[in-house]
């Protein structure tokens, strides 16, 4: 017997994994949640059928998703992070001891329950005490917030379904708003290869060029994401992502990762030829 | 219909007959963008599925299901928009030289209605609440002194609601104007929910007025241009018929026709639920708006008993002068920054439409983004026209002005002079000139405020709206 999970990266590309077994299939308010065990990737978490994380590759997502706006403005206190009900970014947050609050807003209560009972490896930290998790729409909760945060993290799943409002740019506007005058924005910035996600990527950088003075994309290798090559957005008030960056301070804080290094920092800002065509497409304006 | 199209589609009938299209067959195009079940069922009138101008069977029996489900005597399958079934209600009651009350802030279809008729508008003065600077409801008052005036009037006509929801005391002016014989006619364009809803506004037929016209198409659910015809207390069906068959299609859409039935059936079965679910999202897209400051989103608050009898809490209305821009120009920029379209945008105020249609999130789409607007363009708040209601100075009869000799002016040349066409802002649609009504600078100020703040201004020849038709002097 033979068990394949299939996601289509396009209408004319699939991607499969093999499972070894279903632990959990659950139709929440707003999406349907499955983990499954597989031979070669660990646990893995879907979202409606779309690959959200495996036990083999999220560090990658979660470390650059982190490390990358920490290491530029390590003096960050408070952070909010906005989906990322599985907790991998929490997680890697908790390990500064310089934050002093993590504020998660994740829509759905079942998928940070599902992920605390299945996933321990990315909801471990879930319940340290500097976390407080609330469960609201994000575009509601960053729009009653002025000059609160220090970092935002959205870690959103795609621009359709219940994630859709993270992408626009009233989403964005409202982010800047929320934060400090020195403060910053990462987010999940989909894929610049298919042209599906590419035109996602494309819209959400406009939107986030007309909220932001300093907006750059940066990029790593997932593999478990459609094509592999995916891109996060740097939005931010003052730092610049690479002139602003101190890698000497960042390491001497001494966390140990299996990604991200500063060298691979400042790479991560040099993009593909083709993609930096599609992003100034949006500068334009 | 449902019932009768899809047996009519299994009967695989070889079509000799209109659409030239043969459910979509001639036309790959169109099908491959409309869909093939789309185009199988656009098709001609026919015995098994009846015939829309002289209903003897399925139609016939779809327009009864629909009068019992509206409380209706009997109701009229529209295809020409709520724009005929107006037209229709006013030309069943009214004959050339006939007088009809109505409130000056009518749908255009109403005045309209008066050229095809000939008859003689005698206009109350809606209440007006110079704040928010929107027309009310009528007074009772009013309506009581126009009836005693004009006691050869033949009907009475009542918004209900009007765009922004706002009711008059429909019972009231309805009993009253059948103490002096006159019919009672409702555009209840903006009111089909009231029918299905727990704790909506009073229907016109449930106040016991004799026609009603209810545009299925807006809170209804059906296809656009689909709408519905009420008569009731013993209005002739016949000769509305014979009214309606006056300017209707005698091609009638099975597209428009069937989803009339459709929704009719859902309205019925879920409608007090999908109603008490839109009143739910409204409420908490008001409390939400008037959380971040600056906007007003009223409600329930303006009820005075009076011109502001009840109010239809389904609609979303904004006002936004506070913040220092006109309500269109809101309007333009959710569209072109948001991405977000609403239903309209005038002076003082927006609107957005809020159906079974629209999800939590979209709605927290739509209040983030009127945070945003006033973060980034907030201003002050002087210079500022307050939409006011202006009195229109009526010198003639719509008809008459409409087929007098007229020649157009440029638009500052034509103070003093009397209009023979309409001028409006599209939405709303209501009249700041008619046909017949003297250009006053009041009306001319109006005007160029309203373009100069992006209005799309329509109904005059000049498409620019910079020339105006005038009647010729002398």
Redesign the interface.
Known sequence: MELWFTEKHTDHVRFSIQVDRQLYSGQSEFQRIDIFDSPEFGRFLTLDGYMMLTEKDEFIYHEMIVHVPMAVHPAAKKVLVIGGGDGGAVRELTRYPGIEQIDLVEIDPQVVDVCKKYLPQTAGKLDDRRVRIFYEDGLKYVRAEEDAYDLIIVDSTDPFGPGEGLFTREFYGNCFKALKADGLMVNQHESPFYPVDAEAMQRAHKRIVESFPISRVYQAHIPTYPSGHWLFGFASKKYHPVRDFDPQAWLALGLKTRYYNPKLHVGAFALPNYVNALLEEEEKG | MLEALQRYKSMRVVPFDVPGHKRGRGNRELTDFLGEKCLTVDVNSMKPLDNLCHPVSVIKDAEALAAEAFGAEHAFFMVNGTTSAVQSMVLSVCKRGDKIIMPRNVHRSAINALILSGAIPVYVNPGMNRELGISLGMSLDDVARAIAENPDAKAVLVNNPTYYGICSDLKAITDMAHAHGMRVLVDEAHGTHFYFGAHLPLTAMAAGADMAAVSMHKSGGSLTQSSLLLISNGMSEGYVRQIINLTQTTSGSYLLISSLDISRRNLALRGQDIFQKVSNMAEYARA?INRIGGYYAFSKELVNGDTVFDFDVTKLSVHTRDIGLAGIEVYDLLRD???IQIEFGDIGNILAYISIGDR??DL??L???L??IK??YMKDKAGMLSQEYIRPQVEMAPQTAFYSESESVPLDGSIGRICSEFVMCYPPGIPILAPGEKVTPQVLEYIHYAKEKGCFLTGTQDSQVNRLQVIREG
């Open positions: 939400e920054e948001y991405d939590r999130l927290e789409r209040v983030s983004a945070s945003e973060r980034r």
